[in-house]
């Protein structure tokens, strides 16, 4: 079981990166995938979390008319679509998953049931 965040990099504020979270080992299809954030200094925090089987999506009120989840073109894969990105955004990012459940669950209990984790992918916005 593994999973592999990729896709951060360095980007000017405003501007967009898209993430990307592939799984091996097994398949995403009942699975709720959730993306996490972690800054210097700062404790890891949810940004987004969605599934392959469903359209029902959580996105954290900071993100939340910036950043989209969704399912990628290639099969086991999600995408972190952020956009209008700014200097707050700097951070690494990971991806986690938890076997069934709603996207929801993700606004109250984030990291119950996340057992299995991504290493991060690094984020930089300029300002």
């Known amino acids: 079981v593994q999973l592999q965040a990729s896709g951060g990099g360095l980007v000017q504020a405003g501007g967009s990166l898209t993430l990307s979270c592939a799984a091996s080992g097994f398949t995403l299809d009942y699975y709720i995938i959730g993306w996490f954030r972690q800054a210097p200094g700062k404790e890891r925090e949810v940004v987004a979390c969605?599934?392959?089987?469903?359209?029902?999506?959580y996105l954290a009120d900071s993100v939340k008319d910036r950043f989209t989840i969704s399912k990628g073109d290639a099969k086991n894969t999600v995408y972190l679509q952020m956009h209008n990105l700014k200097p707050e955004d700097t951070a690494d990012y990971y991806c986690a998953v938890r076997y069934g459940g709603m996207p929801s669950i993700c606004a109250r209990d984030p990291f119950n049931g996340m057992h299995y984790w991504g290493k991060g992918t690094q984020v930089t916005v300029s300002s």
């Open positions: 969605g599934s392959v089987y469903g359209s029902s999506t």
